[in-house]
T-cell receptor, first 108, second 114 residues
Framework: QKEVEQDPGPLSVPEGAIVSLNCTYS??????FMWYRQYSRKGPELLMY????GNKEDGRFTAQVDKSSKYISLFIRDSQPSDSATYLC????????FGTGTSLTVIP | KAGVTQTPRYLIKTRGQQVTLSCSPI?????VSWYQQTPGQGLQFLFE???????NKGNFPGRFSGRQFSNSRSEMNVSTLELGDSALYLC?????????????FGPGTRLLVL
């Protein structure tokens, strides 16, 4: 079983839609949860970082962690074409574990 | 504060050759991790260095090696290149407190093995 599982998509939505990206993880000892955004031919950039269960909001982005079900989510409100990218979830144990990424396209 | 830098950005090599990639972390960061990213496998962890010592290692053959210098800069080396080594190699730096901070990535080195 992989440490982090992520639906690879691809996901295609119209501009203005709400996007939901999800990951599950295997080890309840994981403490820190991150979302990265990666544009084509670029390195991943940190988008959101959370520690505890619950929600964390930053502008149009909301990260949600449910430790009881080992489930993490990223919601994007009012999606824009500039949000088109691959989104990677990550968790930390003794090292960082990354999901395989979900490719998102926002259509104008 | 300057971000993580990697050199070179692009590299073309032939099978059997070796290659050295370089990474300069964010100032003050003592941990450097290396990843291989391919379309089929996603981000795969190679190794992590902290204070010039390898702290963690992924499941890659011994052809992949690395080191870290006293100024936290790191290099990774791949010997006897194979076609399957073609990938984006990413370096990420962090403060180094295990499990308590995030990693920041460089732009990557895109390696093509012919």
């Amino acid at each position: 079983q992989k440490e982090v599982e992520q639906d690879p998509g691809p996901l295609s939505v119209p501009e203005g839609a709400i996007v939901s990206l999800n990951c599950t993880y295997s080890n309840s000892a994981f403490q820190y949860f991150m979302w990265y955004r990666q544009y084509s031919r670029k390195g991943p950039e940190l988008l959101m970082y959370t520690y505890s269960s619950g929600n964390k909001e930053d502008g149009r982005f909301t990260a949600q962690v449910d430790k009881s079900s080992k489930y993490i989510s990223l919601f994007i409100r009012d999606s824009q074409p500039s949000d088109s990218a691959t989104y990677l979830c990550a968790v930390t144990g003794n090292q960082f574990y990354f999901g395989t990424g979900t490719s998102l396209t926002v259509i104008p | 504060k300057a971000g993580v830098t990697q050199t070179p950005r692009y590299l073309i090599k032939t099978r059997g050759q070796q290659v050295t990639l370089s990474c300069s972390p964010i100032s003050g960061h003592r941990s450097v991790s290396w990843y291989q990213q391919t379309p089929g496998q996603g981000l795969q962890f190679l190794f992590e260095y902290f204070s010039e010592t390898q702290r963690n290692k992924g499941n890659f053959p011994g052809r992949f090696s690395g080191r870290q210098f006293s100024n936290s800069r790191s290099e990774m080396n791949v010997s006897t290149l194979e076609l399957g080594d073609s990938a984006l190699y990413l370096c990420a730096s962090s403060l180094g407190d295990r499990g308590q901070e995030t990693q920041y990535f460089g732009p990557g080195t895109r390696l093509l093995v012919l």
